[in-house]
């Protein structure tokens, strides 16, 4: 899912961030982190919107929400 043709296909831009699961062992990228459970990081590389707060970090806020 974190490949580099999956994050295009979605239109997903990780340029300087750093996700970071806070449930298990996992992160993916390089820069700011951004925290979140798995499910939920899975859900933003598909492109998909979170509801607010869901998301943490100086950067959580470049990613759509509902």
């Known amino acids: ?13 990780l340029s300087g961030i750093k996700l970071c699961a806070d449930d298990i062992d996992w992160s993916f990228g390089s820069g700011t982190p951004v925290s979140g459970t798995a499910q939920d990081l899975a859900l933003i590389l ?5 509801p607010a707060g869901r998301l943490r970090g ?9």
């Open 58 to 66: 100086a950067s959580s806020e470049r990613f759509p929400h509902t």
């Open 1 to 13: 899912m974190s490949s580099p043709k999956s994050l295009k296909f979605f239109g997903i831009d």
């Open 46 to 50: 598909c492109g998909r919107k979170l």
